[in-house]
């Protein structure tokens, strides 16, 4: 058992907290919305291709580096995780570096690993690299039950004995051979375990029904930079060609997608035009097509796009679903952007089983939601009011930010340590927005 990895991570996060006073648990966040009519915001990297590519490194025995990485809780635990099982991280201005030499540890802590739900991402990595992992149960948002079943029988296709036993999950991958692997589900996290073990394993391995979100595209990208050959990332067919000897690389993170479109939808609900730098258009096509229906006109130029409203949205009929349908890391706020459209709104969630908590808290700003099941029914209103709520998972908080902007007067977020799990500099980001934003102590 590694130990002492929890005090090193209280220390890493009060670091981290002097360095970026953004970060900390025990301030609320007052948005005084509907203030300022335009802004313009510079999106950060990947949150979820960051936590996949950290552990990734571990696949090479020598250093990696990796650019545009967002200084964000989530990541914070990831790098604390790597530092655990012996490998030196050091972390500059969204540049982290990852020296993973000799033998590694194989057994993740407990205590960092319940903070994340991709912390078993390190048993893809460690069983690739030593032919062992035990990782424990992961944390993580609570919007339902996320089983794992995909991802220990993709190892165990792989020719790993997998167990869990006491919390942890055990893999014992001695001997991996290549195989053909139907995911029944295109699980993001199981694609993305079975990617990196395969990258050890001898011969072929084929993924059917993979993930195609563009995280996992940055993962097959990232491998084949280091020598890896992965072929057909992005559609629903993945081929690994193991056993390629990895090198050391260096590698840039794509722009959060998601980040992206929080900040559109929170820009649009405070009533004006909104301008994000630094995205990846074709990954946002659902929403954008989304908002377009709603009576968004858009503009993109290159790395930017621009977005502005009159008026109220129009309502809209939407489902989440895999990539490239819309994402479900943006319906919360999606929900929240349509509190004030001229009509009836139903979102429908098809990823999560539980995915409306914020709903309760979106009503006290004066919202008309109903849910029943899996789908809300938006009765559009004419306008929101500010009140005190609180954040009880990551997507929630961005969508409380999002009906904060939309509201008259002033709304105060607590539970704002789940925001920062995923977005940085957030207040910062928001006041670029021309939402006006204060911290309570
Ligand atoms: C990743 C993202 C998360 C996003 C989600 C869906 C990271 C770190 N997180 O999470 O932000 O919300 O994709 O886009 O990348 N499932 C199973 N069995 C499994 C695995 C998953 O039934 O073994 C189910 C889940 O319960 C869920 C669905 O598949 O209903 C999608 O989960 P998955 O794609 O695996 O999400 P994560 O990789 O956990």
Redesign the pocket.
């Known amino acids: 058992m590694v130990t002492g990895a929890e005090d090193r991570f209280v220390m890493a996060m009060e670091r981290c907290t002097r360095e970026n006073p953004a970060l900390t648990a025990t301030r609320r966040l007052l948005i005084r919305g509907r203030v300022r009519r335009d802004g313009r915001v510079r999106i950060s990297g990947a949150?979820?291709s960051a936590?996949?590519l950290l552990p990734a490194c571990l696949l090479v025995d020598g250093e990696c580096v990796l650019q545009n990485v967002p200084a964000i809780a989530d990541v914070l635990v990831q790098r604390e995780i790597l530092s655990a099982v012996g490998a030196e991280v050091i972390a500059d201005d969204g540049e982290v570096r990852v020296r993973a030499a000799g033998r590694l540890q194989t057994e993740v802590p407990y205590t960092l690993a319940k903070r994340?739900?991709?912390s078993v991402?390190l048993l893809g990595a460690l069983a690739a690299r030593h032919g062992h992992a035990r990782v424990p149960l992961p944390g993580?948002c609570a919007i339902?039950?996320?089983?794992?079943?995909?991802?220990?029988?993709g190892l165990r296709e792989l020719g790993a004995r997998v167990e869990i036993e006491h919390g942890y999950i055990q893999a014992e991958a001695g001997r991996l051979l290549g195989t053909e692997i139907y995911l029944?589900?295109?699980?993001?996290?199981?694609t993305?375990n079975v990617m990196m073990a395969a990258t050890a394993a001898r011969g072929i391995t084929v993924i059917y029904n993979a993930?195609k979100?563009p995280?996992v595209v940055d993962l097959a990208n990232f491998l084949n930079a280091m020598g890896g050959k992965v072929v057909g990332a992005g559609t629903d067919t993945i081929k690994i060609e193991g056993g390629h000897p990895l090198r050391p690389v260096e590698y840039s993170i794509i722009p959060d997608r998601?980040e992206a479109g929080t900040y559109l939808l929170a820009g649009l609900a405070g009533g004006g035009s909104v301008t994000v730098e630094n995205v990846i258009p074709t990954h946002l096509e659902a929403l954008l097509a989304k908002l377009e229906e709603a009576g968004v006109e858009l503009a993109d130029a290159g790395d930017a796009i621009t977005a502005r409203l009159a008026g109220r949205p129009r309502p809209l009929q939407v489902k989440t679903l895999?990539?490239p349908g819309f994402?479900?890391?943006l319906q919360p706020q999606l929900t929240a952007f349509l509190l004030r459209a001229e009509g009836t709104s139903v979102v429908s969630e098809r990823?999560?089983?539980d995915r409306f908590g914020h709903v309760g808290e979106l009503k006290r700003l004066g919202a008309r939601v109903e849910t029943d099941g899996r789908t809300a029914i938006i009765e559009g209103v004419e306008s929101l009011t500010g009140a005190p709520v609180t954040a009880t998972d990551l997507r929630m908080g961005a969508a409380l930010m999002v009906a904060g902007a939309a509201a008259r007067g002033e709304t105060v977020i607590d539970g704002v340590e789940h925001i920062e799990r995923g977005y940085e500099r957030f207040d910062e980001k928001l006041r670029q927005l021309g939402v006006a934003v204060e911290w309570l102590e």
């Open positions: 949150k979820n936590v996949a994340l739900r991709g991402l993580g339902g039950s996320r089983p794992l079943d995909l991802h220990l029988k029944d589900f295109p699980s993001v996290g199981a993305e993930a979100e995280e998601i895999p990539y994402p479900t890391d990823i999560f089983e």
